[in-house]
């Protein structure tokens, strides 16, 4: 057995690309990089835990607080339940907190039109955390996750 320069793998002697990353033996090819999410927490859950529980996540985000409410209930001791109602909890406020603001100053236009554009995106970006939901991945919603208050 030889051990993979890349990624530290175990492979046969005779084998010519390593089955873990791909990486071709006797080349002089540099290592390639690897590439880690630092949003994508799904490796922290077991696949159990997101096999048993991905239709509440699913729910998190299709009815909002609602299916918050129906997590923390009836899957609230699943850490891969907890994590979604953090991130589902997060878009909420940010709806909540833009609705405000767009609602208060409705009337210039800018505001307005500024505030419906940006409910429009975090409407995309909960339609983004429902497929990764229904993958069974465990990412932080874009856009949110990078706002310092909501970590």
């Not at 996540?57 to 891969?80: E, T």
């Not at 236009?109 to 970006?125: F, R, S, T, Y």
Request: net charge neutral; aromatic share 8%.
């Amino acid at each position: 057995m030889k051990t993979c320069n890349n990624c530290g793998a175990q492979v046969e002697d005779v084998a010519k690309f390593c089955p873990e990353c791909g990486f071709k033996f006797g080349s002089i090819a540099e290592p390639r990089a690897v590439v880690t999410d630092m949003y994508d927490h799904t490796s922290e859950f077991s696949p159990e835990d997101i096999a048993n529980n991905k239709l509440y996540a699913i729910l998190m985000y299709c009815v909002s607080l609602m299916g918050i409410i129906i997590g923390l209930l009836a899957a609230g001791d699943s850490p891969y339940v907890r994590f979604h109602i953090k991130q589902s909890l997060k878009l909420f406020i940010c709806e909540v907190i833009l609705g405000l603001i767009t609602g208060a100053l409705f009337w210039t236009v800018i505001v307005g039109i500024v505030g419906g554009i940006a409910i429009v995106v975090l409407a995309v970006v909960d339609i983004i955390c429902l497929v990764n939901a229904c993958k069974g991945l465990a990412k932080e919603p874009p856009i949110v996750c990078k706002i310092g208050f909501l970590k």
